[in-house]
């Protein structure tokens, strides 16, 4: 850990704050979630401190959610918690690279598949019609954020399978195609994940993951271009759900 000098004159930030900042910058340089902190009684003496302002400065951690106390191991950093907005216009790309976070989309893989009965319904398609099916990864801070499985009807993109990549893939519909989406519905629950999910997203298979299943259509006409099924992890992942109360 790196050498820190606690300011105690007139006009200095409270020392407990100043142990918290100082915290948060050594678990984001040196830490992985799982690690376990020094303890209480080590941090306070390299700092020069009391442990009760030691132990007030991370207390100002568990609040946030960075670190948690867990008997007979210590303070465990946890995961870092994003939020993620859900709403008509949510846009993964563009929401975290506001915020200035590091991201990208890995394409897993993409085949066409019959359309099953939940398809044809939410894509509004006759049954065994052709459906592209796409399932991507997306990462943030070179880390798993969530795996996402895209429908789409053939038919309305037939050269998606040859052409799309990765990144993102409603940049790419409106690039390529002109088509503009907007999310439609979008149905949330917990579950735990399968084998596969666990291991592409990094994560144990008893931690439970938040599951989304959404439709989006298009923005002029209204039809249903993609139905989407998308797996958060549920310990570093908080939705914000906001809707449009103007009708």
């Not at 989406?181 to 997203?201: C, D, I």
């Given at each position: 850990?790196s050498?820190?000098?606690?300011s105690?004159g007139?006009g200095?930030?409270p020392?407990?704050r100043?142990i918290?900042?100082w915290?948060k910058?050594e678990?984001?340089?040196?830490?992985?979630?799982?690690?376990?902190l020094?303890s209480?009684i080590?941090l306070?003496?390299k700092?020069?401190v009391?442990?009760?302002?030691l132990?007030?400065?991370?207390?100002?951690l568990?609040?946030e959610g960075?670190?948690?106390?867990?008997?007979?191991?210590?303070?465990?950093v946890?995961?870092?918690?994003h939020?993620y907005?859900i709403?008509?216009?949510?846009r993964?790309?563009e929401?975290?690279e506001a915020?200035?976070?590091?991201?990208?989309?890995?394409l897993?893989a993409?085949?066409?598949?019959?359309?099953?009965?939940?398809?044809s319904?939410k894509?509004e398609?006759?049954?065994g019609?052709?459906?592209i099916?796409?399932e991507?990864l997306?990462?943030?801070?070179?880390?798993p954020?969530?795996?996402?499985?895209?429908?789409?009807?053939?038919?309305a993109?037939?050269s998606?399978l040859?052409?799309f990549?990765g990144g993102?893939l409603?940049?790419?519909?409106k690039?390529n195609?002109g088509?503009?989406?907007a999310?439609k519905?979008?149905?949330?629950?917990?579950?735990l994940?399968t084998?596969?999910e666990?291991?592409q997203?990094?994560?144990?298979?008893?931690?439970?993951i938040?599951k989304s299943?959404s439709?989006?259509a298009d923005v002029i006409g209204g039809?249903?271009?993609?139905?989407?099924?998308?797996?958060?992890?549920g310990?570093?992942?908080?939705l914000?759900l906001?809707?449009?109360?103007?009708n």
């Amino acid at each position: 850990m790196s050498v820190y000098s606690i300011s105690r004159g007139e006009g200095s930030v409270p020392v407990y704050r100043q142990i918290a900042l100082w915290l948060k910058k050594e678990i984001s340089d040196n830490y992985q979630a799982g690690d376990a902190l020094p303890s209480e009684i080590a941090l306070a003496k390299k700092l020069g401190v009391n442990r009760h302002t030691l132990r007030r400065g991370v207390d100002e951690l568990v609040s946030e959610g960075s670190v948690e106390r867990r008997h007979g191991v210590g303070v465990l950093v946890l995961d870092m918690v994003h939020s993620y907005s859900i709403n008509s216009q949510s846009r993964f790309t563009e929401a975290f690279e506001a915020l200035g976070f590091e991201t990208r989309s890995a394409l897993l893989a993409k085949k066409v598949i019959i359309a099953n009965d939940v398809l044809s319904e939410k894509l509004e398609i006759e049954g065994g019609s052709h459906v592209i099916h796409l399932e991507t990864l997306r990462i943030v801070e070179q880390q798993p954020f969530c795996l996402i499985s895209h429908f789409l009807p053939l038919n309305a993109f037939p050269s998606v399978l040859d052409t799309f990549e990765g990144g993102s893939l409603h940049r790419f519909l409106k690039s390529n195609f002109g088509t503009g989406l907007a999310r439609k519905e979008s149905v949330v629950s917990a579950a735990l994940p399968t084998s596969g999910e666990a291991a592409q997203l990094l994560m144990p298979k008893g931690e439970p993951i938040l599951k989304s299943k959404s439709v989006n259509a298009d923005v002029i006409g209204g039809r249903p271009i993609e139905y989407a099924i998308t797996r958060f992890r549920g310990g570093a992942t908080e939705l914000s759900l906001n809707f449009d109360l103007k009708n």
